[in-house]
């Protein structure tokens, strides 16, 4: 026994008959096990029902599988159902509610049976997604296309009110930006409602560019984020002062909105700090170098004068250096002078020892140099043991012995030589 | 199997390496080397490693080795062109190697072993004249 397919596809009069004949249908699915069936004046108003151009083949009992012919963007796709056809039609509802066009799915199955149609409204609307259908999107990228000049003064206007730095940025290149992201925003937001896809992706670029430039020109993190955020006032002023909204959509498209700003602004404040996070890792690097010269003071005599900190990273650093250096020069000696050094426990000294045993292993001396009386008595009182390494008060003391072990000294000359310059001065 | 040449200069032993280790070579390089220590009576041995760019503790225990090895076979052992990335492999291994001497390059090697013989030369010849 077959669906009536005299139903008609007007409301208004026939809505009665619509009716009457959805009850029919719910009275049939629950006969065949199912009773999750919600029905309400909404989904009385959306069914257009086409039973003559698609005669429903839903209950033919001589039938073992029905075919739906459901029409999706690149073709269409047939499922064959089968007898258990409730199960069979919540895979399909979860499929369909995957995809943002809930409404053309419903147009799809208007050749069915009204309580297929009901089940699968009534499934996909317990689908979170499915809020953000496209006629919902539309709507307010409408709104946006038709108000944009308004929704621009009004966003610059909201602008100036809060975070505006005229000092930072100029009125032309705030206004040229300004129109450039809304215009960008309501294209976007056309295809997707995740900022993270593709269609979101030319955006999502311009606003990592802002991040990065409003960093450099000195605003601050908030400022940046408000400078998004604050695009939010003027577009539900134009939402709610849009004809046609009934609450429900309203709300959902302010919900929606103030959603896909929201994670925009983040982006942007993600991407400015990155900016900022760039600068500093490079600028530590540029400090590393700076921190770490290894002078020749002799021919084959090396000092390395640490001055600051030493952590792992920089102990690292100071000893591939020092030993390059090493090498590169021939040196036998190596003084490291640790006048600059603040403190030493035990893993600033751990990562001392590890330099002097490797300029060691290469064949190099290593002398310690430049230890204050505090840092002296700090040593010993954490129990580091020195005993290998050749420690000396002062980096001339350290020198000395160096010299020493080269087989050279330092002696007075009796007449030390008058400067070129004072001498040629004097003849004047 | 290749093995690793070990040269006879004078009184010492002159092996450099020149191919990656492996643990057999290795093996194999103590063995001859303790041999020829023993044939010739060397004083000294020095063992140039600047091209080995690749050690791990295994190598770095077979260098003490051999030091100790000598040391009982009455010759010195000075190493010879360590790159800095072994320097540092080596003290991250906490091998600091302390038995063994270590130079810049052969030539200073070469000025270290010929002190140490010259001086154990002396020493033997002063102890010989209190006799």
Known sequence: ?428 | MDRIPILKLGECLLVTIQVDMHDELALSLQEDLTDQIARHASKGVLIDISSLEIVDSFIGRMLANIAAMSRVLDAQTVLTGMQPAVAITLVELGMSLPGIKTALNVERGMELLKAYIERDSELEEASGLEE
């Open chain 1, 1 to 428: 026994m077959g669906i009536p397919v005299e139903a008609t596809r007007r409301r208004g009069a026939d809505t009665v008959r619509t009716q009457a004949v959805l009850a029919e249908s719910i009275s049939r699915a629950r006969q065949l096990g199912e009773t999750l069936f919600r029905i309400n004046a909404f989904e009385l108003g959306l069914s257009k029902w086409h039973p003559q151009r698609n005669p429903t083949r839903m209950g033919s009992r001589h039938r073992q599988s029905i075919k739906l012919v459901v029409a999706r963007k690149p073709g269409f796709q047939i499922w064959e159902l089968m007898s258990d056809w409730p199960r069979a039609f919540r895979q399909i509802a979860w499929q369909l509610g995957t995809r943002p066009a809930n409404r053309r799915i419903f147009r799809a199955f208007f050749g069915l049976a009204p309580f297929v149609y009901v089940f699968l409204y009534d499934h996909c609307h317990a689908l979170p997604h499915i809020r953000y259908g496209e006629n919902h999107m539309s709507a307010f990228q409408q709104i946006i296309r038709n108000n944009e000049k308004a929704i621009l003064s009004g966003w610059l206007s909201e602008m100036s009110a809060s975070t505006r730095r005229s000092d930072l940025i100029d009125d032309a290149e705030l206004k040229q930006q300004a129109a450039e992201l809304l215009r960008l925003f309501a294209n976007s937001s056309q295809n997707s409602s995740d900022v993270h896809s593709e269609s979101f992706a030319s955006l999502r670029e311009f606003f990592m560019e802002i991040g990065k430039t409003r960093m450099e020109s000195g605003f601050t993190a908030s400022e940046t984020a408000m400078f998004v955020l604050s695009l939010k006032q003027p577009i539900f002023k134009a939402l709610r002062d849009a004809p046609k909204s009934n609450p429900q959509e309203l709300v959902e498209e302010i919900w929606m909105v103030g959603n896909l700003l929201d994670n925009l602004a983040l982006l942007t404040v993600d991407s400015a700090i990155k900016f900022r996070e760039q600068t500093i890792a490079r600028q530590q690097e540029e400090l590393l170098e700076l921190s770490t010269p290894v002078v020749k003071l002799w021919d084959g005599v090396l000092a390395l004068p640490l001055i600051g900190t030493l952590d792992s990273a920089r102990t690292q650093v100071v000893m591939e250096l020092l030993l390059s250096t090493i090498v590169a020069t021939n040196s036998q000696i190596a003084i490291i002078d640790i006048t600059g050094v603040p403190t030493v426990d035990t893993l600033v000294a751990q990562h001392l020892i590890k330099t002097i045993t490797a300029a060691r292993l290469m064949g190099a001396d290593c002398y310690l140099s430049g230890i204050r009386p505090a840092i002296a008595q700090t040593i010993v009182h954490l129990g580091v043991d020195l005993a290998d390494v050749q420690t000396k008060a002062k980096l001339s003391d350290a020198f000395a012995l160096a010299l020493s072990r080269l087989g050279k000294t330092v002696v007075n000359v009796k007449h030390a030589p008058v400067s070129h310059d004072l001498a040629v001065r004097k003849e004047f």
